[in-house]
């Protein structure tokens, strides 16, 4: 029998989801079994995540089918499965029945998800793979944009959650471009605040870091980040545990209040 995902979380809590994709990009580079990514998984849970992501894309190129087999059967803390809205991947997920699914765009020849879902031209073809996932019982999270028109469309298929992307946030300040990361913040903050009255449960991810994590974190509606790529590089140089764990360290402080880190920081 799988162990019990434990799902609590103290209130005002700001949960921290682990993707493990490039434990097991680094893995198939070379074939074998190292580095796992199931292990990862149980690092990252002793280091303060509080779930773990993890993508079956189509083309097989980092998480399988085996490694998702074994996340749900071993871990201690909510999976959630990324998934493309494909019959292929429905029929994974609803044979593993993970804590929770996020249906993101997926391009074969892009590097990583190049934006949120079009949820507004999509929601015909989308409604089919929502209702299969929640009538399983498996939460169901739609990887948008910080746009009006996509939280309302979210809402109106009746998904629980949506995950902001934050990608174009973290890109203004990888171009020390000071109004823009401006703008692309308020717009996450009056995103966050529309999905929480649309009664939608607010996560936030992709391309997040040590320096621009502080002033997401402090978003009031979120209530989960989830960040991967750069928790794994940086655990190159420093360790997984030490990464994932000084990120909790950064989130915690911008939550409450303590050594948070201003905008004009995160461009330094």
């Not at 996932?133 to 109106?156: M, N, Q, Y």
């Not at 174009?168 to 000071?178: G, K, N, Q, T, W």
């Amino acid at each position: 029998m799988a162990p019990r995902a434990n799902t609590a979380s103290p209130p005002g809590h700001l949960r921290l989801g682990v993707n493990i994709d490039h434990v097991a990009t680094i893995r198939n580079a070379r074939g074998g079994r190292h580095p796992d990514p199931l292990r990862a998984a149980h690092l990252a849970v002793e280091a303060g995540a509080d779930g773990i992501t993890a993508h079956l894309r189509e083309d097989r190129r980092h998480i399988s089918d085996a490694d998702i087999a074994r996340l749900k059967s071993e871990l201690t803390r909510p999976l959630n499965l990324e998934m493309a809205a494909t019959d292929e991947m429905l029929a994974i997920a609803l044979r593993h029945a993970p804590h929770a699914c996020c249906l993101v765009p997926e391009k074969r020849e892009e590097k990583t998800t190049e934006g949120g879902l079009d949820v507004v031209r999509g929601e015909n073809h989308l409604r089919h793979f929502v209702e299969a996932l929640k009538g399983a019982g498996i939460r169901v999270s739609l990887f948008i944009e910080p746009d009006a028109k996509a939280i309302e469309a979210a809402a109106r298929l009746g998904a629980q959650v949506v995950e902001l992307h934050t990608g174009a946030y973290c890109e203004r300040a990888l171009a020390d471009d000071a109004q823009g990361l401006a703008r692309e913040l308020a717009r996450l903050e009056s995103a966050a605040h529309a999905a929480a009255a649309a009664g939608l449960e607010v996560h936030a991810g992709h391309g997040l870091t040590f320096n621009t994590v502080g002033p997401v974190a402090r978003i009031g509606p979120l209530v989960e980040l989830n960040i991967g790529h750069f928790l794994i590089g940086e655990a190159i140089f420093s360790g997984l545990r030490p990464a994932i764990a000084r990120m909790r360290a950064l989130m915690d402080e911008a939550r409450h209040g303590s050594g948070v880190r201003k905008l004009t920081q995160v461009l330094s």
